[in-house]
């Protein structure tokens, strides 16, 4: 009897896989089944850890057959691919991405419920892995999730660094750093995949050998081979079949370390040789925007490299793919310098490993690769001591003096009895202690050069690589930074995201330009009072998370004003802290006076080394102290620290932002991208004409956007006719009066030294102009003051922000990519085909 008669009861039926099913019952199910099978848990004594690795895991389980017809579809096409090598990748939390991307966060949320418990919690529990400083690393991730949008064939290449950028902590008003410990709960989004470890070579020396046939080749015996293994992390698009991979490399020993070691007897030594490959991959620099030139820095950047080079060839001879195609198989976008080493490891891999004449490698080495540069400051241009480096890299050493050779004939060749152009543009800085010039390197060996803002890129050409760009014009182009709306719309704000659809639909996720219907509302008081509402919720809740994180009490009235970024002078923090003093002062001096409530948000780490970052910290600190207790201000002004600011942080604070800083000095902020993020959630900017913000104001108006401060021709023709600080402090007397508090002890406790280094800064070269901006700055803070109080002037000004924030969807940046010098096409990938043909 196959069918059951009419008086048996109907047996359940499993249409749905425990593995792939969406439906709630089937989510709860794979749900409890995990927290069984892979937490080894009852329900009633799992932790909230338990929970959300049994969700993470329910979640990988749904995105695998995606991950892995990509794979297959792009394996049986060889399809071209984008491999962006990066030493950092600042992903942020993955569950709520991925259940936005795969369009299940209402399911999950509700099958979570059913069970009893709260998906946002859960959210809470993931430790992100802050693989990343700060913009560089958090584009990286921005472009791995528009890629795998779009269908685009990529590969992100990097470094699994076993701690992160460190955890903040605030001690009496310093910062502290403490160590990220991402792993140590487990990391449920990676696979290993230990098949396909390679080794990387390091140190020794080089020798001239004649070969079988009595050609000589050069051999480059190591004194030292450290095994990569690589940890893959699925990167899935935003409503597509796609999920490419982020492929980070882990450093470990070789095993055949110990057994020579038990051949020699030397156990302790060979232990020890073990810690000292593992430490390759042990910690990220925590610097942003300034070049350490630390020896493990160096062996970082060649560990991933290196690595990541045999991954392609190992790929391209999976596909039958001849090396000489690999500039069709592959382009390498280089985020930065910082895996610019890859150009000489690419050229020993083509030459010594592979046979290829020095011609034929080159030709395939200039076709590859592409450079972003992202700075225009002189200190974090990377730069190699000679000795350092060809003790680490004596081959790439010669290679990269032969590069130079060739290139210097050629610059010869175009500007005859220019030797002083040829001293300027060596690979090799002979100006003292000779160095190798990465960013030049990195010129030479790609055959396009970007900027990453329309006036970064001009001020590349015209200043920082001038000489290149009269070189090879031909090679320079711009490309604008952009945010993914996923992360910093759909998943952070929600609240926006459904009054978005209420009015335009949700077409704008996947593009941005369609917010421009919003337009189409600003006139309308009832949207535009939905718009305050809503502002107004998510404000309540950042007052009620700082209440209960840090005891202070904030208005949930007063304007938000917010900057969030790494503490660096050039980005000015202290000139926000002067306009603080400023408006304290004024209150000081008439405690009636009538001022617009504020609540100034900081938050950011610095360099654990950068002492004047660490002492504005602790300055903010320190005048928060004073401000937030102070009876006169009776709460119109409060400062807060928000301490720890990361991706997951981030996610909570722009949504509530209302007025966005971004005063960094004119030609000094490459691009930002904080500044996208903020005014897509509807603040409105401050801020110079500097990088992207040059492109924001262009989009969004000017009657949108307060624009203070010098330009960059002004900075520079204030610097060349000889700039003094000290005149500007003398002659404004509301300057003076700030630069004056900080330095009298107000702010310290009677100590007038604690800040002396700063006010010494200032006063003495200012190097970053503050002096200069103050007046400015203030002007149009009184201006901001204003307008915030014409109620419906400002809800205007936010709704026409965010709607006219198209341009900067990293969405936009990437097609400009792939169409401008990438030339790669989508490839749609077919879910039903695999899974036919394995069934
Ligand atoms: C970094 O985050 C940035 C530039 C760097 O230059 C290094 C780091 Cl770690 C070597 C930032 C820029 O400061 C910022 O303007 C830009 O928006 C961001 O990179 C992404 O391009």
Redesign the pocket.
């Given at each position: 009897q196959i069918l059951p008669n009419s008086s048996e009861p109907l047996k359940e039926v499993r249409v749905e896989d425990d593995r792939t099913g969406l439906s709630i019952e089937t989510l709860k199910r794979a749900f409890a089944d995990n927290l069984f099978y892979i937490q080894g848990k009852f329900p009633e004594i799992a932790s909230r850890n338990d929970f959300y690795m049994a969700l993470a895991y329910t979640v990988r389980d749904r995105l695998l057959r995606r991950w892995l017809n990509t794979a297959e579809t792009y394996t049986r096409n060889a399809s071209r691919t984008v491999a962006y090598m990066s030493a950092?990748f600042l992903m942020g939390p993955q569950l709520g991405n991925n259940l936005i991307n795969l369009g299940i966060y209402d399911q999950v949320n509700q099958a979570m419920k059913e069970l009893g418990l709260d998906l946002e919690e859960l959210l809470e529990e993931e430790e992100e892995p802050g693989l990343g400083?700060?913009?560089?690393?958090r584009?990286a991730a921005c472009y791995l999730d528009s890629l795998a949008t779009l269908e685009i064939p990529s590969l992100g290449y990097g470094i699994r660094y076993e701690f992160g950028i460190f955890e903040q902590d605030i001690k009496d008003g310093w910062q502290v750093e403490i160590t990220d410990k991402w792993l140590s709960a487990g990391n449920p989004w990676e696979l290993p995949r230990p098949e396909w470890s390679v080794e990387v070579k390091l140190g020794g020396h080089t020798e001239m050998r004649a070969d079988e046939h009595g050609h000589f080749k050069v051999y480059w015996l190591p004194d030292k081979i450290v095994k990569g293994i690589p940890y893959d992390t699925p990167i899935l698009g935003y409503k597509t079949n796609t999920a490419n991979t982020l492929r980070l490399w882990k450093a470990e020993a070789v095993e055949s370390f110990d057994f020579y070691a038990f051949d020699s007897g030397d156990y302790l030594g060979a232990v020890h040789q073990k810690t000292v490959s593992e430490n390759i991959s042990k910690v990220l620099y925590p610097n942003?925007?300034s070049a350490q030139g630390k020896e493990l820095r160096l062996a970082q950047q060649i560990f991933f490299v290196s690595c990541s080079l045999k991954d392609m060839t190992r790929i391209m001879a999976g596909q039958n793919v001849p090396l000489e195609q690999f500039a069709d198989k592959f382009v390498i976008q280089l985020n930065?310098t910082h895996p610019s080493v890859a150009i000489p490891e690419l050229m020993r891999l083509l030459i010594d490993e592979h046979n290829m004449t020095w011609d034929q490698a080159w030709g395939i080495t200039k076709k590859t690769f592409a450079y972003t540069n992202?700075?225009l400051l002189p200190e974090?241009l990377e730069r190699w001591p000679i000795s350092l480096f060809g003790r680490m890299l004596p081959r790439h050493l010669e290679i990269i003096y032969e590069i130079n050779n060739r290139f210097l004939d050629e610059v010869r060749m175009k500007f005859p009895d220019d030797v002083d152009r040829l001293r300027r543009m060596s690979l090799i800085d002979e100006s003292g202690e000779r160095y190798v010039r990465m960013a030049f390197l990195a010129c030479v060996g790609s055959y396009s050069i970007n900027g990453?803002a329309a006036l970064h890129t001009e001020l590349l050409q015209k200043d920082v690589l001038h000489d290149f760009y009269e070189m090879y014009p031909e090679k320079f182009n711009n490309k604008t930074?952009g945010i993914t709306p996923r992360r910093f719309m759909v998943l952070s704000n929600p609240r926006l995201c459904k009054l978005l659809h209420s009015k335009i639909g949700d077409e704008w996720v996947k593009n941005l330009y369609e917010l421009r219907k919003l337009e189409g509302f600003v006139d309308d008081p009832e949207f535009r009072h939905q718009w305050r509402q809503m502002k107004q919720e998510i404000k309540q809740d950042v007052v009620d998370y700082i209440k209960s994180t840090t005891g202070i009490n904030v208005n949930v009235n007063s304007m938000f004003d917010i900057q969030a970024k790494r503490f660096h002078e050039y980005k000015r923090q202290h000139l926000n802290v002067l306009h603080i003093i400023t408006l304290y002062n004024r209150i000081k001096a008439n405690p009636n006076i009538e001022i617009t409530p504020r609540t100034f948000l900081f938050g950011g780490k610095a360099a654990p080394g950068y002492y004047m970052a660490k002492l504005i910290i602790k300055l903010i600190n320190s005048v928060g102290d004073i401000v937030n207790r102070d009876p006169d201000v009776r709460d119109r002004l409060k400062v807060v620290f928000l301490k720890d600011f990361s991706v997951k942080f981030a996610q909570k604070i722009y949504p509530a932002a209302e007025l966005s800083e971004q005063i960094s000095t004119a030609g000094k902020?490459?691009?930002?991208?904080g500044n996208m993020k903020f005014a897509l959630n509807g603040a409105i900017t401050i801020g110079t004409l500097d990088?992207a913000n040059v492109e924001i104001l262009e989009e969004v108006g000017a009657e949108n956007f307060f624009l203070c401060g010098l330009t960059t021709e002004e900075v520079y023709a204030l610097k060349a006719k000889g700039y003094k600080p000290w005149e500007y402090y003398k002659k404004d007397p509301e300057l003076k009066l700030a630069i004056d508090r900080i330095a009298s002890g107000f702010f310290s406790h009677g100590d007038p030294n604690l800040f002396k280094p700063l006010v010494d800064h200032l006063l003495g070269n200012d190097q970053y102009m503050l002096m200069a901006d103050y007046r400015s700055y203030i002007d149009t803070q009184d201006e901001v003051s204003q307008a915030y109080r014409d109620i419906d002037r400002w809800t205007r000004m936010s709704i026409l922000n965010v709607a006219r924030m198209g341009k900067f969807s990293s969405d936009r940046s990437i097609r400009d990519y792939c169409e401008d010098f990438w030339k790669i096409q989508p490839v749609k990938i077919d879910l039903k085909q695999y899974v036919e043909a394995t069934a």
């Open positions: 950092e400083n700060g913009g560089l690393g584009l942003d925007n930065d992202h700075t974090a990453v930074n902020e490459a691009s930002g991208t990088g």
